[in-house]
C-alpha cells in the first residue's frame, strides 16, 4: 500500500461509507424506534427539515468527516502537532512510509467528487 492507496481507502471507507450508513439511518429510523436519547433528538430535528434542508444536513455532515479526517492526516503527517507532542510521528505499511503527503492526497481526492 502507498499514501495514495491509504488517501483513497480513508475517503472510501470514512467519508463515503459512513455518509451512507447515515442517509440509511436517517431514512429508515423514526424517533419513536431510537433507543438513545441523542438519536431520538436528532431523528425528530430531521423529521421536521424539507428536502433541501436534508441535503444541506447531509453536505453538513460530509463536510465535518472530510475535515476531521483531514486533520487527523496532518497530525500523521507532520503538518500539525498535537499538545505537548515533542517526537514526529511515522506511518509505516510494511517497509513503505506512508506519511508526508496523506493530507494533500485526501484533499486531492475529494475535490475531484
Known amino acids: 500500500m502507498n499514501a495514495k492507496d491509504l488517501a483513497a481507502g480513508l475517503r472510501e471507507a470514512v467519508v463515503e461509507e459512513n455518509l451512507s450508513t447515515y442517509h440509511q439511518l436517517f431514512r429508515q429510523t423514526t424517533a419513536a424506534e431510537a433507543t438513545d436519547r441523542y438519536w431520538k433528538d436528532v431523528l425528530a430535528l430531521y423529521a421536521q427539515l424539507n428536502e433541501k434542508q436534508r441535503d444541506t444536513l447531509f453536505e453538513i455532515i460530509r463536510q465535518v468527516m472530510v475535515d476531521t479526517t483531514s486533520n487527523l492526516l496532518a497530525i500523521l503527517d507532520g503538518v500539525s502537532r498535537l ?16 506519511d508526508g503527503d496523506l493530507q494533500s492526497q485526501f484533499l486531492e481526492l475529494e475535490e475531484r467528487e
Open 83 to 98: 499538545r505537548n507532542q515533542k517526537e514526529s510521528l511515522s506511518l509505516l505499511c510494511g517497509d513503505n512510509r506512508l
